[in-house]
């Protein structure tokens, strides 16, 4: 029997990358699994892939922005899949500080902000009371080495800032680092665990831009001292371990999956 059988998931940005190879991780180790993501398209080939396999999955479009959003999506995932035991807060996107003329983009700040920080905010403030109200459950969030360290902006020749560089990236995955802690310990007895991933360099489209350039994806691999990047499935192992009942004395963490990254 595999460790999430007879669990239901939520997780977000599962059309591309992290959230894609989690959800079919999901599906591997028992769950049915609902694929929320903007772009619904994609969340519906995911769950369309999932249902060749024999799951139950289904999909919807979810901006996690949205509070209002991200409380639907509880409901109908529930009511599609009949219930709902875990959530994983995965949906993120990157941004630089700067503007194409070298000026500071409030644009970007306010775009990262919203979708990393407020929409994992959004994820376990709705998520962590749904769940608490049920009995309990387990939530997972995508942090990221740079809410443990001062990211290394990687050189780009002609761009107005080293890529990853971004304030609004650092800041957001701090935060999610943070809450993390703060929620683990306000629903531990209300039986809702509260767990997150923090991924060094990832081989999916968010680091396509960096895997595309030969010199980049070199300064990356060298900051990883097992020698390469990491690929989504090797998050999508931690995540679904964090989310099962083998973590049931693990509440509160952010597990570095990162090849070494921090490890210096
Ligand atoms: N790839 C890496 O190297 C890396 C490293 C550390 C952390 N992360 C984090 O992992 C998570 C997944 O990233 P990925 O590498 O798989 O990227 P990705 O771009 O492949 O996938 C991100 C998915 O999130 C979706 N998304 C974006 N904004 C959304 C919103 N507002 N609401 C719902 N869905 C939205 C996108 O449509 C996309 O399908 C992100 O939180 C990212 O910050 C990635």
């Known amino acids: 029997?595999?460790?999430?059988?007879g669990k239901v998931a939520l997780i977000t940005g599962a059309a591309s990358g992290i959230g894609k190879a989690s959800a079919l991780r999901f599906h591997a180790d028992g769950a049915a699994v609902m694929c929320?993501?903007?772009?619904?398209?994609?969340?519906?080939?995911?769950?369309?892939?999932i249902a060749e396999k024999g799951g139950s999955a289904s999909a919807l479009q979810l901006d996690v922005a949205d509070p209002a959003a991200v409380q639907d999506a509880l409901?109908?995932?529930?009511?599609?899949?009949?219930?709902?035991?875990?959530?994983?807060?995965?949906?993120?996107?990157?941004?630089?500080?700067?503007?194409?003329?070298?000026?500071?983009?409030?644009?970007?700040?306010?775009?990262?902000?919203?979708v990393n920080l407020t929409g994992v905010y959004n994820g376990?403030?709705?998520?962590?009371?749904?769940?608490a109200e049920r009995g309990g459950g387990s939530i997972v969030s995508t942090a990221s080495i740079a809410?443990?360290?001062?990211?290394?902006?990687?050189?780009?020749?002609?761009?107005?800032?080293?890529?990853?560089?971004s304030g609004a990236y650092q800041a957001s995955k701090g935060a999610v680092v943070q809450l993390t802690r703060q929620f683990a310990i306000n629903y531990a007895e209300a039986g809702v665990r509260v767990n997150a991933v923090a991924?060094?360099?990832?081989?999916?489209?968010?680091?396509?831009?960096?895997?595309?350039?030969?010199?980049?994806?070199a300064f990356l691999v060298a900051l990883h001292p097992l020698g390469r990047l990491g690929q989504p499935e090797e998050i999508a192992a931690a995540a679904a371990f964090l989310a099962s009942d083998e973590a049931s004395f693990i509440t509160g963490v952010t597990i570095p999956v990162d090849g070494g990254y921090?490890?210096?």
């Open 199 to 217: 991924p060094g360099y990832i081989v999916t489209p968010m680091t396509a831009f960096a895997r595309a350039d030969p010199a980049a994806e």
């Open 36 to 49: 929320a993501d903007m772009n619904i398209e994609g969340a519906r080939q995911t769950a369309a892939e």
């Open 75 to 114: 409901q109908q995932t529930a009511g599609e899949l009949g219930g709902l035991h875990i959530i994983y807060n995965n949906a993120g996107i990157s941004g630089l500080n700067v503007d194409a003329a070298g000026n500071m983009s409030m644009h970007s700040w306010e775009k990262v902000i919203a």
């Open 124 to 131: 376990l403030f709705y998520g962590c009371r749904y769940l």
């Open 1 to 5: 029997m595999g460790k999430l059988e």
């Open 262 to 264: 921090t490890a210096r």
């Open 147 to 165: 809410g443990l360290v001062g990211l290394m902006g990687i050189p780009r020749p002609g761009a107005p800032e080293p890529e990853y560089g």
